[in-house]
């Protein structure tokens, strides 16, 4: 259920977070994956990219909103999967749960990748906040619910 908290706080907080504090954010964050791979990829910082191209936050704002609605609708697909499926012992909800995390992961993954072959390196500092929690907490989520499931 933990995993299911951060994807709906990563899908109600994003758009809000970035409609006002957008600027900060791409600062701090950066406008793709970090300011440091920004600087490699772009040759500014995130923040002189924003103020001489002002569309591009929007672009990055708009792009947010959209993961936002998808973040929330996997929050409701695991809290039905979990409240229907693997709190009744239903074998093919962990599965479910597993496969689904894994694919938002290696989507994210993929385009990292992408980033990293095309326009700058990345290191693990360089990925997003919003993917790696997710990502850290998938593996103790799927041990735990296998566990739950087969060790009962």
């Not at 970090?34 to 924003?50: N, R, T």
């Amino acid at each position: 259920m933990i995993i299911n908290l951060v994807y709906l706080i990563f899908g109600l907080l994003t758009p809000f977070a970035f409609h006002y504090f957008g600027h900060w954010l791409n600062e701090k964050f950066g406008l793709v994956f970090s300011p440091a791979s920004d600087v490699v990829a772009f040759g500014k910082p995130s923040g002189d990219i924003a103020k001489d191209n002002p569309s591009a936050l929007v672009i990055k704002t708009t792009v947010y909103d959209m993961f936002s609605g998808l973040y929330l609708a996997v929050a409701v697909l695991h809290f039905c999967l979990v409240w229907f499926g693997l709190m009744r012992g239903q074998d093919w909800s962990i599965w479910a749960l597993t496969f689904s995390d894994l694919a938002i992961i290696a989507f994210f993954l993929l385009a990292a990748r992408n980033f990293s072959v095309h326009l700058a390196p990345l290191g693990w500092r360089d990925l997003m906040p919003f993917t790696m929690v997710p990502g850290i907490i998938l593996p103790f989520a799927t041990v735990l619910g296998f566990i739950g499931i087969y060790y009962k």
